[in-house]
């Protein structure tokens, strides 16, 4: 008995290491920042459809492969495009979406501001 409860110790600590769970981490953190292509509105977190569980799988498996969150990325973007990810990356087709809303901030700080100096 008392080797049972020692095998059982053992392949428990074994099956809950640290590595598991930090992959387990970053498949969540990768798959809440992919939309599901099938289903309006929902990350493939989110969604049950068969396209977000085979994308789980996808995502599952490159990371038991060892590629990085970026790798992971940028593989999606190869084959489904930028619009899959939630939150774009950084590049000459995404300057406006990044800079717009600083550029509405400071218009409409401008026009404040000028109001605000009449009224003196």
């Known amino acids: ?9 053992i392949i428990i600590v074994f ?5 598991n769970a ?15 292509l099938v289903c309006q509105g929902q990350s493939v977190y989110d969604s049950d459809s068969e396209f977000a569980i085979s994308l ?13 969150e970026d790798q992971i990325y940028n593989f999606l973007i190869e084959k489904y495009g930028d619009w ?3 939150d774009p990356q950084f590049n000459k087709y995404t300057y406006l979406l990044w800079f717009l809303p600083l550029l509405i901030f400071l218009f409409g700080g401008t026009i404040i501001f000028k109001k ?3 009224l003196k």
């Open 1 to 9: 008995m008392k080797i049972l409860k020692f095998f059982l110790i």
């Open 84 to 86: 899959i990810l939630y």
């Open 15 to 19: 099956y809950f290491t640290p590595s």
């Open 22 to 36: 930090n992959d387990y981490e970053l498949e969540n953190k990768i798959t809440k920042n992919l939309r599901c």
């Open 116 to 118: 605000l100096i009449r």
């Open 56 to 68: 789980k799988l996808v995502v599952s498996n490159k990371i038991k492969e060892g590629l990085s």
